[in-house]
C-alpha cells in the first residue's frame, strides 16, 4: 500500500506446453492503472488452457484483485480461488471479489460520451420539468385557496400568534432596508430625468416623472422583488428544513393540517405586509426624489408637492398598489411550494432555496409585464 | 472465541492509546484510559449512554484532541505529524460514520470514487469502476451507484458508508454503531460481511456497537468503557464474567443472555 515496492506485471509466456500467463509484482491501488491497461492488451489472448503462474506475486489488494478477476473470467477467478498454493487470505480475496463480481457487476459499463442526444434529452427533459412545474403550482394554489376557504370562516382556526409573528419577520424587519432602497432609486430616477428632460427644458416635469414612475411600477416592483428575495427564500428553508426532519410528516400524522398551520400564516402574512410595504416604498422614492429635485433643480418641497397634487391623478396609486396583492400571494405561495418540494439533503434545501427566489422574481416580472399592457388597453 | 472467524491475531500492536483524558467543559469523559487494539482483531467497544464510545473512536482518528495523553495508530501520533504525513496516515484507515456522512450532493459511485480519484488520481472513469466493485463487495446492487444518499434506505445507507470507508483498501477500520437502525436481517447480514471482509481483506476492526448478536457474532475482543476507562478489554466470555454491576446488568441482562444462547446453543 505505502511501501514502495515492485509494480505488479502480467506476461504472457508460450511454452510447449501451452500458454502461461506469469503475475508478479504487487496488484496495488497505485499500480492500478497500469494494470488495467496491460488487461486490456492480454483480454484476447488468454483462454480456459492458458496456465496461470502466481509464484511472484507481491502485495495484492481488491482494485488488484478486480483486474485479476476481469483478466481471468468468473470461473478462472473462481478456480484461482481454490488453489491450494496460494495463501489463505489471498484465496479469501479471490474468492470475495469474484463472487461480488459475479452477483452483481454485471451491468457495468463505460459512462456514454456526452453529445447532441444528451443535449436534445436535456432539452426536453428541461421542457417536461417546466410543465410539470406549472401544474404544481397551480395545484398549490388551488390547495391554498381551499385551505383559506376552510378556515376563513372558522375565527377559532386562525393562527393569529403565527402570523403576526410573519407580519413582523417579513414585513416590519424589511422596512428599513426597503425604505433606503427605494430612497435611492427614487434619487437615480431624479437624476435621470432631470439631465434627460433639461434638453427639452423640460426639467421641470421630473416631478411627474419621479411621482408616476413609483406609484405605477417602482413601489411595488421593488418592494416584490426584494421580498422575493428576502422572504420566499426564507419561507422555503423554514419549510423545507422541517420537511427533511419528518417535521410536515409529524404535523399530518397529529392529525393537523399543514397548508393550514404553515403556509396560511405565510401567505396572510404577506398579503397584509406587502401592499404596506409598498406604500413606505413609494413615499421613500418620491421622498428621495423630492431631495433631488430640491438639490438639483431648485424645485422648493411646497412646489414639489403643488405640483404632485395637481399633475397626479389618484389613479396611478390605485393602479400600483393593485399589483401589491397579487404578488404578494405569488410570493408567498412559490416560496412555501418550493419548501414542501424539499427531499432530505441539505443540498436539496440549498437548490430549492435557490429555485424558489428565481421564480418568484420570474413571476413577479412576467405578471408586471402583463398588468402594464392591461392598463394600458384599458386607458388607466 | 469464534475460532472458524478469528484467525489467531498476531500481537502486532496498531493502535494504541496511553493515558487518555477527554475533557468537555467540566465534565470528564475519559481520564487515564489505556486501550491497545493489535492487527487483524475485530475489537468491540460498548459501555453505556454517555461513557464515551464515539469520543474515543473520535480521538484516536484525530478528530478530537485529548487534554492529556497520547494516541498512536501504527505508532504515529497523528496531532503531532505535519499534514502530509497526517494525510498519508489517514488513508490507512477507512471510517463509517454513525449515519453514513454519505456527501449528499453526490451519487453513491461518486462518494466511494472521491478518495479514488483524490488520493489514488485514478481517472474518472477507472475509479467509477472501481467504486462498483466496493459496493458490490458491500452488498449493494450496482445500480444503486447511480442514486443519490438520499434515495437509499437506512441499511443501504450503511452498506454504501462502508463501501466509502474501504475505498482506499484501508489496514483499519472504524464503526461507530454500524448496526444501529437496521433490522435484524439486515444487522445480521452486515454482520456477516464484516467478517468476510476481515478475512479477506486482513482488515483491523474497530467496532462501537450496543448491538449484542454484533458483539457475540463478530467480535474477537470486547472493550468495556466505563467509569472514564477501560474496565476491561478481553474475549467478551471472559468480559461478560466481570465483576462490575454494569458488565453484569449489559451481558446477563435478558438481551444479553438471549444472545449468549445465540452464540452459543446448548449452553445455559
Known amino acids: ?276 410595504l409598498t406604500f413606505i416604498a413609494m413615499v421613500a422614492g418620491i421622498v428621495g426624489g423630492g431631495v433631488v429635485c430640491f438639490v438639483v433643480l431648485k424645485i422648493s418641497p411646497a412646489m414639489f408637492l403643488n405640483m404632485f397634487q395637481a399633475d397626479i391623478g389618484i389613479t396611478h396609486f390605485l393602479v400600483g398598489i393593485a399589483k401589491a396583492p397579487v404578488f404578494a400571494f405569488m410570493i408567498a405561495v412559490i416560496g412555501c411550494m418550493e419548501g414542501f418540494k424539499v427531499s432530505g439533503s441539505a443540498q436539496s434545501v440549498g437548490e430549492h432555496t435557490t429555485s424558489a427566489v428565481v421564480q418568484s422574481i420570474f413571476v413577479v416580472i412576467l405578471l408586471d409585464a402583463l398588468a402594464a399592457l392591461f392598463y394600458m388597453e384599458m386607458d388607466w | 472465541m469464534n475460532a472458524q472467524v478469528a484467525p489467531t491475531p498476531s500481537r502486532e500492536t496498531v493502535i494504541e492509546v496511553r493515558g487518555l483524558t477527554n475533557r468537555f467543559g467540566t465534565q470528564t469523559v475519559h481520564e487515564n484510559l489505556d486501550l491497545d487494539v493489535y492487527r487483524g482483531e475485530i475489537i468491540g467497544i460498548v459501555g453505556g449512554s454517555g461513557t464515551g464510545k464515539s469520543v474515543l473512536l473520535r480521538t484516536i482518528i484525530g478528530l478530537v484532541r485529548p487534554v492529556a495523553g497520547e494516541v498512536r495508530v501504527f505508532g504515529e501520533d497523528l496531532l503531532a505529524l505535519p499534514a502530509e504525513r497526517r494525510s498519508q496516515v489517514e488513508r490507512r484507515f477507512g471510517v463509517l460514520f454513525q449515519s453514513g456522512a454519505l456527501f449528499s450532493s453526490l451519487t453513491v459511485a461518486e462518494n466511494i470514487a472521491l478518495p479514488l480519484v483524490e488520493h489514488a488520481h485514478l481517472p474518472r472513469v477507472d475509479a467509477t469502476r472501481l467504486a462498483g466493485v466496493k459496493l458490490a463487495l458491500a452488498g449493494l446492487p450496482v445500480d444503486a451507484g447511480r442514486k443519490y444518499p438520499s434515495q437509499l434506505s437506512g441499511g443501504m445507507i450503511k452498506r454504501a458508508a462502508l463501501a466509502r470507508a474501504l475505498a482506499l483498501d484501508p489496514e483499519i477500520l472504524f464503526l461507530d454503531e454500524p448496526t444501529a437502525g437496521l433490522d435484524p436481517i439486515s444487522a445480521a447480514a452486515f454482520d456477516s460481511l464484516l467478517v468476510t471482509l476481515r478475512n479477506a481483506l486482513g482488515l483491523t476492526v474497530f467496532l462501537v456497537t450496543h448491538d449484542l448478536d454484533t458483539l457475540y457474532s463478530t467480535c474477537d475482543r470486547v472493550a468495556v468503557l466505563s467509569q472514564r476507562r477501560v474496565l476491561a478489554a478481553a474475549p467478551i466470555d471472559e468480559v461478560a464474567q466481570t465483576d462490575d454491576a454494569w458488565v453484569q446488568a449489559y451481558f446477563n441482562g435478558p438481551r444479553g443472555r438471549a444472545a449468549t444462547r445465540a452464540a452459543h446453543p446448548g449452553r445455559e
Not at chain 1, 496495488?28 to 488487461?39: C, F, M
Not at chain 1, 507481491?58 to 495463501?87: C, H, I, K, N, Y
Not at chain 1, 437615480?188 to 427639452?200: I, N
Not at chain 1, 400524522?253 to 405565510?266: C, F, H, Q
Request: with cysteine.
Open chain 1, 1 to 276: 500500500m505505502t511501501t514502495p515496492s515492485a509494480p505488479g506485471t502480467a506476461t504472457l509466456t508460450r511454452d510447449p506446453g501451452g500458454a502461461r500467463l506469469v503475475l508478479a509484482g504487487d496488484w496495488t491501488l497505485p499500480h492500478y492503472e497500469r494494470l488495467q491497461q496491460r488487461a486490456t492488451e492480454l483480454a484476447g489472448s488468454i483462454d480456459a488452457t492458458t496456465a496461470v503462474d502466481t509464484a511472484g506475486l507481491g502485495a495484492m489488494d481488491t482494485s488488484g484483485a478486480f483486474v485479476v478477476a476481469e483478466l481471468l473470467g468468473s470461473a478462472r477467478t473462481q478456480a484461482l480461488a481454490q488453489d491450494e498454493t496460494l495463501p489463505p487470505a489471498r484465496r479469501a480475496l479471490l474468492k470475495t471479489v469474484g463472487d461480488a463480481i459475479d452477483t452483481y457487476c454485471k451491468g457495468i459499463k463505460r459512462p456514454r460520451d456526452a453529445g447532441f442526444v444528451v443535449m436534445l434529452e436535456r432539452i426536453g427533459k428541461a421542457m417536461s420539468g417546466f410543465w410539470k412545474q406549472t401544474l404544481k403550482l397551480l395545484g398549490f394554489i388551488g390547495i391554498t385557496l381551499q385551505g383559506f376557504g376552510a378556515t376563513v370562516w372558522r375565527p377559532a382556526r386562525w393562527r393569529v400568534t403565527s402570523l403576526v409573528s410573519h407580519i413582523e419577520q417579513t414585513s416590519l424587519d424589511a422596512v428599513p432596508i426597503l425604505a433606503l432602497l427605494s430612497f435611492m432609486v427614487g434619487c437615480v430616477v431624479a437624476f435621470l430625468g432631470s439631465t434627460a428632460l433639461a434638453s427639452y427644458g423640460a426639467s421641470l416635469f421630473t416631478v411627474d416623472l419621479v411621482g408616476i414612475a413609483f406609484l405605477r411600477e417602482f413601489g411595488v416592483l421593488l418592494t416584490a422583488i426584494l421580498l422575493a428575495g428576502r422572504t420566499a427564500s426564507a419561507f422555503t428553508a423554514q419549510i423545507g428544513s422541517m420537511k427533511a426532519r419528518e417535521e410536515i410528516d409529524a404535523i399530518r400524522t397529529l392529525g393537523l393540517d399543514p397548508i393550514e398551520l404553515l403556509v396560511l400564516p405565510r401567505v396572510l402574512a404577506l398579503l397584509i405586509g406587502l401592499p404596506l
